[in-house]
């Protein structure tokens, strides 16, 4: 009974409630919602392409903000945190960049064009690749870590400018669907709500590979202190 | 984590087979389109799966890259717990050696 106890675990609990919610993301995606009229069949990638753009934009505020703190108080947990949420940010802003090619072909007739919205979204994935390498070269101790954070929250400022680029500027890239800047009433019911679980189980998935990434930092850096003590 | 990687292997599986199941129906229905007479519900399912392989290739892709990322996820992390335990085994042994020659 302790034993099955241990093992229930916050992360166990996470992955239960995470992987019924994106199965019934994929059957409400592919069997329920109904196809759009103008964009057809490939519309439905829409419910991938802006999950993934959801959970990239996200990961970059906890870069910053975990950089931030560690730049105040040098808790290394905290450096843990905005690195892990880098590299998961990496495969994020690589999925919303990548299903956005592929919905882009068939919509717009060409894979790619210097959209603003697609360019800052592929300048806010140079950033984080920017960092992650930073990280692995720089200096290793509180110096590598340092410019590393600094960079992390220097991030943050390409956030708003790819979700208000569609405000701010004309470009071919559909406007906002949901949140606060959004045309009212551009969703049908059904698609606004496949869209709504897709979002929350692609958050979860993300908070359950960040959390996992996190632990395994932290026994990286358990190993590196026991090679530093005991040689 | 190996619960994770069954789990997404049954969710790829059984968005494989929807998409099976979609193609299939779709091919009928583009074989039907090919015949003189066209009916407009017709043109629209001829127009959604010209469109099927982009939609595929989306998910596929991005499931793919959730899962590879998970599988190197997973062996680093066993082998980080690997050498972490041998790690403190031989501390552990180091420490009983020291403590015995102390007492000696």
């Given amino acids: ?49 802006v999950p993934s753009a959801w959970t990239a934009l996200l990961s ?15 808790n290394e947990k905290w450096d843990s945190l905005a690195h892990s949420a880098g590299e998961v940010g990496v495969i994020l802003a690589s999925l919303t960049l990548l299903s956005g090619i592929i919905w882009a072909k068939p919509i717009w007739g060409v894979w790619w064009t210097w959209d603003a919205r697609l360019t800052t979204t592929l300048i806010l994935w140079f950033i984080l ?56 009433a551009t969703l049908d019911s059904q698609m606004y ?9 692609f958050t979860l998935l993300f908070v359950y590979i960040l959390k996992e990434r996190y632990n395994m930092k932290q026994d990286e850096k358990e190993i590196d202190k026991l090679f530093t003590y005991y040689g | 984590m190996v619960k994770l990687i069954k789990l997404i292997s049954g969710c790829l599986l059984g968005l494989c087979l929807v998409i099976w199941d979609s193609m299939s129906s779709i091919t009928v229905a583009e074989f039907q389109v090919t015949s003189p007479i066209l009916s407009y519900d017709h043109q629209i399912v001829a127009a959604a799966a010209a469109n099927l392989p982009f939609l595929y290739a989306a ?8 899962f590879i990322y998970i ?32 007492l000696k």
Wanted: charged content about 15%.
């Fill in chain 1, 1 to 49: 009974m302790k034993n099955t106890l241990k093992k229930i675990t916050f992360e166990n609990i996470l992955l239960g409630i995470t992987m019924p919610i994106i199965g019934v993301a994929i059957y409400m995606i592919f069997m329920w919602v109904p196809t759009e009229q103008t964009l057809g069949i490939s519309q439905r990638i829409f419910y991938i392409h």
């Fill in chain 1, 60 to 74: 970059v505020v906890i870069v910053a903000i975990g950089s931030l703190i560690y730049l105040i108080n040098s």
């Fill in chain 1, 129 to 184: 690749v920017a960092y992650l390498m930073l990280r692995s070269y720089a200096p290793t101790g509180p110096q590598g870590k340092r410019f590393g954070a600094i960079l992390g929250v220097l991030a943050l400022i390409d956030a708003p400018i790819v979700y208000y680029s569609t405000v701010w500027w004309r470009t071919a890239h559909p406007g906002m669907n949901i949140g606060p800047l959004a045309e009212s």
């Fill in chain 1, 193 to 201: 709500l496949a869209l709504m679980v897709s979002v929350v189980g």
């Fill in chain 2, 59 to 66: 998910y596929t892709i991005a499931w793919g890259i959730f």
């Fill in chain 2, 71 to 102: 599988i190197i996820l997973s062996r680093k992390q066993k082998q980080i717990r690997e050498e972490l335990k041998l790690l403190r085994s031989l501390i552990q042994d180091k420490q009983i050696e020291t403590n015995s020659k102390c």
